[in-house]
């Protein structure tokens, strides 16, 4: 495979450097991550940002009144406002909270918002290609309220399809949407199914989690409702999400979790809420999580998502192209062919080999790919399978790893084909 | 290869490529249980029935369904393979040897094994073209592949009351 084709955009190599994790290897082969879908890996920033503030700064936040405690409630709420820009949010310190991840931080709108303003005659739209993560808690709240769930179809090349789309926003009061399919990597038109959801009285909220990592998302253009994204997708830690609201959504939420830090008085009788965004913040937050967040944010910035998408383009085309020369008609590719209209990953199949069987051998050569259903089962019994194989695509990602990618497959093939 | 052709041994490829008895059973009289491994995808339908000897031991009759990767397919295979035509205790006995064959590293792996017994060295010499899947155990993610299908045939013999 001739390496002209390798994009030029970022310098992996130096971007490598950064990630100690990429240096390592077993039994000789160097580490290929092609998994970050999944979750990222994190450069040594993040790990010194977090370090640091253990060994220099930690304390509860919003309590003490001595220095240490400040200065870790000061990194708390600058890490808060450093998700809040990154998405673009009006008013970073107030539509800003801080969950566990991206799952707790749709399950916080379900279970406050959802469970006061859904009844009966409601629906929830949502589409075929949701992560369990935005299916599940609506699933929930259909049990608990009686609401329906209604589903937008897709294509064969994983794309909504959006014939008469007025029609199927009748009695809808949410549309739950990926903006970007963890296994097709297809990109929805987010911005025109909120103006059409707003048209006709409902909220959105955007699962963001595949989206965040890989494109600019800005919530002030996009005018969605609610927005949730994760932090180790974006080179941060485990145990941090991001849960966006519009202010007067958030204000009028009643609180999710109870307990310290979420109010503003308590007695033997009862309590009066915190204001927004700590008012869902109960208990002890991840304080080093967030710090570590920030550092993460800050990294994927200073390379800028200009070039980190232009970057995954290039290794899409290489990749597809790749495995289209190399399989023929032995492999099958899903989502959307056009690069411009998906995100840095591809799933794939193999008529013969099982998913599970192609990441058990490429494991022997030190590849990491996912295989499964990705948490997505109703958008597996769509396209009639029980599993893919993904590779995903970060920044320190070049043509390299998919050409290690390739030759692993030829074994597979072999061996199991 | 670190143990790879260990797990991909010939008769487990055999198996795969060309799995025995195969297809369903009329459900009823049949039993017809559904295994999923929510970890991958695999998923394995065992048809199970017993046959009226008169007076002497019921046998079982398994036919195989579902879909999955190369180490849940074959071993649902050679499963049907032994079970069909044994008698409730010898397929009893048989699941017992191959739950010890399996649980040496679910119980390095911090879980609890069923019972002490199960703990027991199994003589693989008598376990025939099944030993094939000992090399699963060097593969801890892969052991539950294995015994989706065992774990299911187990949920059908409660169901069928044996």
């Given at each position: 495979m001739s390496s002209s084709a390798s994009p030029r955009i970022l310098n992996v190599d130096k971007i490598r450097k950064d990630f100690p994790i990429l240096e390592t290897s077993k039994n000789g082969k160097r580490l290929v991550y092609l998994d970050s879908a999944a979750s990222s890996q994190r450069p040594d920033s993040v790990?010194?940002?977090?370090?640091?503030?253990?060994?220099?700064?930690?304390?509860?936040?919003?309590?003490?009144?001595?220095?240490?405690?400040?200065?870790?409630?000061?990194?708390?709420?600058?890490?808060?406002?450093?998700?809040?820009?990154?998405?673009?949010?009006?008013?970073?310190?107030?539509?800003?909270?801080?969950?566990?991840?991206?799952?707790?931080?749709?399950?916080?709108?379900?279970?406050?918002?959802?469970?006061?303003?859904?009844?009966?005659?409601?629906?929830?739209?949502?589409?075929?290609?949701?992560?369990?993560?935005?299916?599940?808690?609506?699933?929930?709240?259909?049990?608990?309220?009686?609401?329906?769930?209604?589903?937008?179809?897709?294509?064969?090349?994983?794309?909504?399809?959006?014939?008469?789309?007025?029609?199927?926003?009748?009695?809808?009061?949410?549309?739950?949407?990926?903006?970007?399919?963890?296994?097709?990597?297809?990109?929805?038109?987010?911005?025109?199914?909120?103006?059409?959801?707003?048209?006709?009285?409902?909220?959105?909220?955007?699962?963001?989690?595949?989206?965040?990592?890989?494109?600019?998302?800005?919530?002030?253009?996009?005018?969605?409702?609610?927005?949730?994204?994760?932090?180790?997708?974006?080179?941060?830690?485990?145990?941090?999400?991001?849960?966006?609201?519009?202010?007067?959504?958030?204000?009028?939420?009643?609180?999710?979790?109870?307990?310290?830090?979420?109010?503003?008085?308590?007695?033997?009788?009862?309590?009066?809420?915190?204001?927004?965004?700590?008012?869902?913040?109960?208990?002890?937050?991840?304080?080093?999580?967030?710090?570590?967040?920030?550092?993460?944010?800050?990294?994927?910035?200073?390379?800028?998502?200009?070039?980190?998408?232009?970057?995954?383009?290039?290794?899409?085309?290489?990749?597809?192209?790749?495995?289209?020369?190399?399989?023929?008609?032995?492999?099958?590719?899903?989502?959307?062919?056009?690069?411009?209209?998906?995100?840095?990953?591809i799933s794939f199949s193999f008529e013969t080999v099982h998913p599970h069987d192609v990441a058990q051998i490429l494991d022997d050569h030190n590849i990491c790919v996912r295989a499964g259903h990705h948490c997505a089962k109703p958008l597996m019994y769509r396209l009639g399978l029980s599993a893919t194989t993904r590779v995903s695509f970060s920044i320190y990602n070049d043509t390299h790893d998919i050409d290690a990618l390739i030759i692993g497959l030829v074994q597979v093939v072999e061996m199991l084909g | 290869m670190s143990g790879l052709e260990d797990l991909y041994r010939e008769i487990i490829l055999d198996h795969y490529r060309n799995p025995r008895n195969r297809g369903t059973l009329e459900s009823p009289p049949a039993i017809r249980q559904e295994g999923f491994n929510p970890l991958c995808g695999d998923e394995v339908i065992v048809y199970l029935e017993k046959t009226d000897e008169g007076n002497n031991e019921p046998k079982l009759v398994v036919r195989i369904d579902g879909r999955g990767c190369s180490i849940s397919q074959s071993s649902a295979s050679l499963m049907a393979q032994s079970v069909n035509g044994s008698t409730v205790p010898e397929v009893r006995k048989l699941i017992k040897d191959f739950k010890s064959l399996m649980s040496i590293h679910e119980t390095n792996l911090g879980g609890e094994p069923e019972d002490e017994a199960s703990l027991d060295p199994v003589d693989t010499d008598k376990m025939g073209e099944l030993a094939a899947l000992q090399g699963v155990v060097k593969f801890p993610v892969r052991i539950k592949c294995a015994t989706l299908s065992w774990n299911t045939l187990l949920q059908a013999m409660e169901e069928l009351e044996i």
């Open positions: 790990l010194e940002a977090m370090d640091d503030y253990y060994h220099t700064t930690h304390a509860n936040v919003h309590r003490g009144v001595y220095s240490i405690a400040e200065n870790a409630t000061a990194l708390y709420e600058k890490a808060r406002v450093k998700a809040g820009k990154l998405i673009n949010a009006p008013k970073p310190s107030k539509e800003i909270v801080f969950t566990k991840n991206a799952t707790e931080a749709i399950n916080l709108v379900a279970k406050t918002w959802g469970l006061v303003n859904l009844g009966e005659s409601d629906v929830i739209l949502t589409t075929k290609m949701e992560h369990h993560a935005n299916l599940v808690p609506w699933l929930m709240l259909k049990e608990q309220t009686g609401c329906r769930i209604s589903y937008l179809e897709i294509d064969s090349n994983g794309e909504l399809i959006l014939d008469d789309i007025e029609s199927k926003f009748d009695g809808v009061k949410l549309l739950a949407i990926t903006m970007a399919s963890n296994v097709l990597g297809t990109i929805p038109p987010v911005k025109y199914l909120t103006e059409m959801a707003h048209k006709n009285g409902a909220l959105v909220l955007a699962d963001a989690a595949q989206f965040v990592p890989h494109r600019q998302c800005d919530v002030s253009d996009l005018d969605v409702d609610f927005l949730a994204f994760t932090g180790h997708k974006v080179m941060g830690p485990t145990g941090i999400g991001v849960l966006y609201g519009k202010e007067e959504l958030l204000d009028a939420m009643p609180p999710f979790l109870g307990g310290g830090e979420m109010i503003l008085d308590v007695t033997l009788e009862g309590f009066k809420t915190n204001e927004i965004p700590w008012k869902f913040e109960a208990g002890t937050p991840p304080i080093a999580e967030a710090v570590g967040l920030g550092a993460g944010i800050d990294y994927l910035t200073a390379i800028g998502y200009g070039a980190i998408g232009e970057h995954e383009r290039g290794l899409l085309d290489y990749c597809s192209n790749s495995l289209k020369t190399t399989f023929g008609e032995k492999i099958t590719l899903y989502g959307p062919k056009e690069t411009t209209k998906r995100t840095g990953l | -």
